[in-house]
């Protein structure tokens, strides 16, 4: 017997003590059998409680615009992190969990590796190296169309104990060839335990990638209570949303050049009032983002209000205000304030 289910078996046995005890006293006899049978029983169950739960964080990690929180939100199945067509969306370390009663997986959708190349970047990439020391798995994400020429990482990779996912994104625009092509590359590359080639998009091989991380999650108790789905609270999601907006309406270095912070968050019975302020480096850029009679601002408002009433499922007043900070982003305690990390 080895000393874990020795171990295991100790409760047990004081249970069938004490069921003989009880027994003994009601009715003066016993089967030994019987008991046999219940302390099999109760050492299976003690067994499936102890034993059988995992737990475990999983970095997702990739170039912008690889397709990280498309991907995240397709193995999380809910909205988590914003997803648009410009890179760098993600600024900050997200994370996602997904909660069965025998596993807990717990997601972080980092910024695109880059070099860094201004102080908020350099932020940016600090948190890419501590999902890679913290992870009980690696998920690399990368575009099939990619050049992949980011050796320090590639280093990490080899290197690391975590198992390794590769996981070649947007199958859906190339042809059999290329995957082919690209599953030797990075066989002979990095040689991980496993390579995937996926459409995040269109949810195609996601459940293989699942497989993959229950198989090497390790054992071990929940590290959130079940019902949690996020670290981020509301008013970051919230933010959030705004930020997509931004993104997806103002073209070149705008989006870039922005933060949101939520000012106020007010729930009310029927409805919860939020004040945002848009901040950005120039005046010049205000002027961008209010538009031609406040046309802009309106359309940012009118499709946040939109999805931040069906993120919180209540009816919302959402009024924004656009502030002049010059040169925030090379300013550390602006970083700070923002929740960058240092
Ligand atoms: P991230 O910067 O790595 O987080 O990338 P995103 O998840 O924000 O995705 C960047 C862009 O690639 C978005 O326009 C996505 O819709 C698109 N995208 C992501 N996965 C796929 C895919 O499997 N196929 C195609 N065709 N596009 C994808
Ligand atoms: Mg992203």
Partial sequence: MSPTSYQL???????????????????????ELDCKDIICFFAKQIKFQKMSHKAGFVSIIGKPNAGKSTLMNALVGEKMSIVTPKAQTTRHRIIGI????????????????????????????????????DADIILLVTDIHEKYDESDVIEKLKRTESPVGI?????????????????????????????????????????????????????????????????????????EIIREKVFKLYEKEIPYSTEVVVTTFKEEQAITRISAEII???????????????????????????????????????????????????????????????
């Fill in 9 to 31: 078996l100790h409760p047990a046995m004081f249970l069938y003590i004490k069921i003989r005890t009880i027994a003994a006293g009601f009715f003066n006899s016993y089967s």
């Fill in 280 to 342: 950005v480096e120039r005046d010049s850029q205000k002027n961008i983002i209010i538009g031609k009679a406040g046309s802009m601002i309106k359309k940012v408002g009118t499709y946040a209000r939109e999805d931040i009433e069906d993120f919180l499922q209540t009816k919302v007043f959402l009024e924004l205000f656009v502030k002049v900070i010059p040169d925030w982003r090379k300013k550390d305690n602006y970083l700070k304030r923002f929740g960058y990390e240092q």
């Fill in 98 to 133: 997904v909660n069965e009663p025998e596993y807990q997986i717990v997601f972080s959708d980092t910024p695109g590796v880059i070099k860094p190349a201004y102080t908020l970047q350099e932020s940016m990439m600090s948190s890419v190296q501590g999902s890679l020391i």
């Fill in 167 to 239: 996981l070649i994104n947007k199958i859906d625009k190339s042809t059999e060839d290329e995957v082919k092509q690209k599953i030797v590359y990075w066989q002979e590359l990095i040689n991980p335990q496993s390579i995937f080639a996926i459409s995040a998009l269109h949810g195609h091989n996601i459940a293989a990638i699942m497989q993959f991380i229950l198989e090497h999650l390790p054992e071990h108790p929940p590290y959130y209570e079940k019902d949690v789905l996020t670290d981020r609270n509301e008013r970051f999601f919230v933010s």
